[in-house]
Every structure is written in structure tokens, then in C-alpha cells.
Nanobody, 127 residues
């Protein structure tokens, strides 16, 4: 069974940092764009960031630009979301996602079309 496995979530104070990781289990994701979404309590899931297979293209939600950095190590088959200067409004469950189509990621895209999803990891930022 194909899975995306997230790790690195936790509790951090405002201004702190966390690094989320996402790695596939059960198959490789050669050629796949990888991204992150998040869902806060009572809110809809929202796009956070995406990176192309080769790592040459990235896009971020306006709310995280300048604070979050997405990278990937294809040799380790892992994607990393470095989150700095965290704010209470960053509190959410963060989901890793993968799809062959980079264009399916973004704030105005229908993320239900994205093929693979992880189970999510909780990030809580205390004020």
C-alpha cells in the first residue's frame, strides 16, 4: 500500500521553528511534485507549499512566504518543510501530498484531484 509518512510535528512557542519531513512508503515517487497542505480546526484545508520533482520550482502560500522553506532530497526520497518564525495561526494538521501534475497544487486549485496524501502531523504553536 502506498503511503506518504509525515514526521516532525509537535508543540512550539511563537517564534520557534520546526522541520517537517515526508517520505514515501511502498513505492517511489519519481517525477512527482510534492507539497504540503494544512487544516486548522473549523477551517478548510489550505495549500502551504509545493516543490517540483527536480526541486527547481517552488511555490508558497502568501501566509508562509519568507518563513517556510520547502526542499527535497530525492536520493533520500524525502521532502522537508522548514518552518521558522512560527505563529499561533500556523497551528494545524499538516498533510504531505504528491502528484505528477505540479499544476494541481496552489491556493486556487482543487486539491481533491491530488493523487496521494499522508495521514497528517499536528503542529501546535503556543502564544
Amino acid at each position: 500500500q502506498v503511503q506518504l509518512v509525515e514526521s516532525g510535528g509537535g508543540l512550539v512557542q511563537t517564534g520557534g521553528s520546526l522541520r517537517l519531513s515526508c517520505a514515501p512508503s511502498g513505492r517511489t515517487f519519481g517525477g512527482y511534485a510534492m507539497g504540503w497542505f494544512r487544516q486548522a480546526p473549523g477551517k478548510e484545508r489550505e495549500f502551504v507549499a509545493v516543490i517540483s520533482w527536480g526541486g527547481g520550482s517552488t511555490d508558497y502560500a502568501d501566509s508562509v512566504k519568507g518563513r517556510f522553506t520547502l526542499s527535497r532530497d530525492n536520493a533520500k526520497k524525502t521532502v522537508y518543510l522548514q518552518m521558522n518564525s512560527l505563529k499561533p495561526e500556523d497551528t494545524a494538521v499538516y498533510y504531505c501530498a504528491a502528484d505528477l501534475a505540479y499544476s494541481r497544487f496552489g491556493p486556487a486549485r482543487d486539491d481533491r484531484r491530488i493523487e496521494f496524501w499522508g495521514q497528517g502531523t499536528q503542529v501546535t504553536v503556543s502564544s
